[in-house]
């Protein structure tokens, strides 16, 4: 057991994810920490430490059920709940016109941003139902649309359909809380994929935007 608030990112290695997960460890909670990319999270955990924070990393693959099934059983055995869940992982498809997506590549995009999204609300929305007061859940939401965006702007569409229907139907029941947030244009990986040869000077920090959301909860 711990006396810190317990706090789940999903993709935490990189970009706003990991930018996240030090806000987070840096107010006193600690941080659960999910991404595929192992050198990355011990980066991070580097950080967090250096900080004076704690984090438990988790290298997992967000799209293997089974192994978000033993995460989230884990969290319960140790700590009983889960505080907040930040999803901020992607699977960003190539910048491309509609009636050329790379197929495969589609296939996967499907299965770590709309199938693994499913999976998790339902392994994660207990946890947060036995936080005290109810924890809170956040999709790291993009409204970008348009030329060549096509795929990417499909699988933020179908996120956005399941934590807008989870919103409503909290706002009846009051023991999750569901967010969406969508930060500004940041200077990361992620966004160069989607927009590539951009002028990046006059893009947010992801530190910076990863302090306006924990704002927006109250916790910043």
Same mark, same amino acid.
């Given at each position: ?59 997992? &693959? ?39 997506? &790379? ?38 939401? &993009? ?78």
């Amino acid at each position: 057991m711990t006396d810190h608030k317990i706090a789940l990112v999903t993709g935490a290695s990189r970009g706003f994810g990991a930018a996240v997960a030090e806000e987070l460890a840096r107010q006193g909670h600690h941080v659960v920490a999910v991404a595929r990319t192992s050198g990355g999270l011990e980066e991070l955990d580097d950080r967090i430490q250096a900080a004076g924070g704690h984090a438990t990393l988790a290298p997992m &693959d967000i799209t293997v059920d089974e192994a978000m099934r033993t995460l989230c059983r884990g969290i319960f055995d140790r700590w009983g709940h889960v505080d907040l869940w930040v999803h901020c992982a992607i699977q960003t498809p190539p910048f491309s016109p509609a009636e050329q997506i &790379d197929l495969k590549f589609w296939t996967k995009a499907i299965a770590a941003n709309i199938e693994a999204l499913g999976v998790l609300t339902n392994y994660v929305a207990p946890l947060l139902r036995t936080a005290p007061g109810g924890g809170h859940a956040v999709l790291v939401d &993009d409204l970008a649309e348009g030329p060549f965006l096509g795929a990417y702007a499909a699988c933020k569409a179908a996120q956005r359909a399941i934590f807008a229907a989870w919103e409503a139907e909290q706002a009846r029941l009051g023991d999750v809380h569901v967010h969406r947030f969508v930060p500004a244009a940041m200077a990361t990986a992620h966004r160069h994929r989607l927009y590539p040869g951009e002028d990046t000077a006059a893009l947010a920090q992801p530190t910076d935007e990863a302090r306006r959301l924990l704002a927006t909860l109250g916790l910043g």
